[in-house]
């Protein structure tokens, strides 16, 4: 089958980039990405690409190219499902927040809805790909509401998840390690995915695009980021351990990452790691190894969320504890409040639960990020509901200059490990600050020795 139209539901993170690098490579291709939210979607239409909903390296310019040739975006959800023969479904699936699996399950609502949205409209032949990250057997469960509420046509159910990390999501997209397709094993489930590889083979080399079971795609989604999150806890583990020993985290990191079966990529200790992503999918895989009463397979993964708690707590408790056991109405400066450099993406940035914590010792946070705005940052704290907003407001406030965040501070925690940190003029900043003056370096990015010269307290993590 010759694809010549795809539809995507959800302009999020995930589908709004997908879709963009799609539209990029395959010209012949129609492309409409389709949102409930029209905010969103005007923001995506915005004549000027720089005002997009979502920051990414290299992305506002893929949609100046392609937007308006055979990339669209609309609110018109009905129309795009209609009219496509491919329909990826991107929209969110957070970790539930009530009932059954509260706090562990993934949210399977807005799935459902596209599924039965897609049911209602579809009035021929269509191929529906899971693109949200799901826990196994959520396309088994799209079938099932496509089979029996659809008007007779035939639907094939693929997953291909994605693996795209933000900040990083374009080059990821154009030149991916691997794209992963699950379908059935039917002739019409092979058709299916014999078409989406067509489509990816248009700029992903065929060899790069593996062909499994439906189960087997799923589950590699979540033992990836299974393993990717548990080797942050595990270096974070050691971290600790060589700030009581006078070891270096850093050292220990490079001399491990040496060893060629262990790999130099992803051993950074840090506050501890954030996204939409790690900590959902690792408490899904927990839910689903409880669920069939594999306690041993459950505790083992939960310990990786476990210890990544300790390493935000232990963090913020280090900065009360340096100073001087109070931090109550000391300003203590942010500078990073996104989860990862290179995005302005917050869901589960350490910086909102170590803010959390020293709110609650009663300090003042001032942030200073450079792509996420001060809506964003009381947003994520009142979402946590610790406080009333107005204290919220009371106990943060944002700048959008990092000298002025830092002026009269007793101390600066990084949060963020944006580039620009490197180049500022500390000297400038050290002079403005309350002495002593202290940082908390909680990304290991700046030059310890550079600091401690000037005359800060320098602390980073695991050293
Ligand atoms: C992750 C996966 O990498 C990606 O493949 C998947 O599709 C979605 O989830 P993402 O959450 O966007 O991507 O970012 P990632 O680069 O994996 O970082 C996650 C968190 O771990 C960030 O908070 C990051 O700062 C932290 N991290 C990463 C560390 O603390 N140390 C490291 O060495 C690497
Ligand atoms: P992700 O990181 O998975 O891409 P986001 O929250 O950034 O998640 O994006 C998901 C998008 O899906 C949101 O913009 C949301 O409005 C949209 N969405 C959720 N349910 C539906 C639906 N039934 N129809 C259309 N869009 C939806």
Redesign the pocket.
């Known amino acids: 089958m010759e694809i010549t139209k795809i539809c995507c539901i959800g302009a999020g993170y995930v589908g709004g980039p997908t879709m963009a690098v799609i539209a990029q490579k395959c010209p012949h291709i129609q492309v409409t990405v389709v949102d409930l939210n029209e905010e969103r979607i005007a923001a995506w239409n915005d004549p000027n690409t720089d005002n997009i909903p979502i920051y990414e390296p290299g992305l506002s310019e893929i949609v100046a190219t392609a937007r308006g040739r055979n990339l669209f975006f609309s609110t018109a959800v009905d129309q795009a499902i209609d009219e496509a023969q491919i329909i990826f479904i991107s929209v969110n699936t957070p970790t539930k927040t009530y009932g059954k699996g509260k706090g562990m399950a993934a949210d399977l609502k807005y799935i459902e809805l596209c599924a039965r949205q897609i049911a209602r409209v579809a009035k021929d032949n269509k191929i529906v790909v899971e693109k949200s990250t799901l826990p196994v057997r959520t396309a088994e469960a799209i079938k099932s509401i496509l089979d029996h509420t659809g008007n007779g046509v035939q639907f094939q159910i693929l997953s291909n998840p994605?693996?795209?990390?933000?900040g990083t999501a374009v080059t990821d997209l154009l030149q991916p390690d691997r794209i992963l397709i699950g379908g059935d094993t039917t002739p019409e489930g092979k058709k299916a995915m014999e078409a989406l590889v067509q489509v990816y083979s248009n700029w992903v080399p065929t060899d790069k695009i593996l062909t499994t079971n439906v189960w087997s795609s799923e589950l590699s989604k979540l033992t990836?980021?299974a393993f990717?999150a548990q080797r942050?806890s595990s270096v974070n583990a050691m971290s600790e351990l060589c700030e009581k020993t006078g070891a270096d985290i850093n050292e220990v990191a490079k001399a491990i990452g040496m060893d060629s079966r262990i790999g130099p990529k992803?051993?950074?200790a840090?506050v501890g790691?954030?996204?939409?992503?790690?900590q959902k999918d690792i408490l899904n895989l927990v839910y689903i190894a409880k669920s069939y009463g594999l306690h041993e397979v459950a505790d083992y993964w939960e310990q990786v969320i476990i210890m990544n708690d300790h390493q935000k707590r232990r963090f913020s408790n280090g900065i009360v504890q340096t100073l001087y056991n109070t931090v109550s109405d000391k300003k203590i400066t942010f500078l990073g409040w996104a989860?990862?450099k290179d995005t302005n993406d917050t869901r589960e940035s350490a910086a909102i639960f170590v803010a959390d914590d020293l709110i609650n010792e009663h300090a003042k946070i001032a942030v200073y990020d450079p792509k996420v705005s001060s809506k964003k940052i009381l947003e994520d704290l009142n979402y946590l509901a610790t406080r009333s907003p107005e204290h919220n407001q009371d106990s943060v406030t944002s700048y959008r200059d990092p000298y002025e965040a830092c002026q009269d501070a007793h101390a600066i925690a990084i949060l963020t490990e944006w580039d620009e940190f490197i180049h500022y003029d500390w000297q400038k900043i050290f002079d403005a600050m309350q002495k002593p003056a202290f940082i908390f370096d909680g990304r290991n990015v700046l030059d310890a020795a550079q600091l401690r010269a000037i005359g800060f307290v320098y602390q980073g993590i695991g050293s």
């Open positions: 994605e693996f795209l990390a933000e990836a980021n990717l942050i992803f051993l950074k840090s790691f954030g996204g939409s992503c790690f989860f990862k």
